[in-house]
């Protein structure tokens, strides 16, 4: 959420700087590369958020498995209890957030 938001507000600034100071953004050579390292930065934030976002959900999915609940749980693993799995839980929206 802290990138999202630092993100529209570098855009905004950038957009303001773009616009309203084009004659200085031409003009001094060090903003069109702070600009880029701003840039690559920011991208290579949104990588590694990418990333541990995925590692996170691929936990969750192990965690959630049906037979490693059953299996974690003291209570199924008694002679005369018999527990079975479910289903599986769905994960279709949590897979299309790592997508995005």
């Known amino acids: 959420v802290t990138l999202g938001v630092f993100s529209f507000l570098y855009s ?3 957009l303001v700087l773009y616009l309203r100071f084009h004659s200085l953004y031409t003009e001094n050579v060090k903003l069109p590369f702070t600009d880029f390292c701003v840039t ?3 991208a290579f934030f949104w990588l590694v958020a990418a990333a541990a976002w995925g590692k996170g959900l691929s936990d969750v999915k192990a965690a959630t498995r049906p ?3 059953i299996s974690a749980m003291g209570v ?3 002679g005369e209890v018999v527990c079975s799995a479910g289903t599986t839980p769905a994960m279709g929206l949590a897979n299309i957030s790592v997508v995005r």
């Open 40 to 42: 690559v930065c920011f």
């Open 12 to 14: 905004i600034a950038a």
């Open 67 to 69: 037979s490693t609940l």
């Open 76 to 78: 199924c693993q008694g």
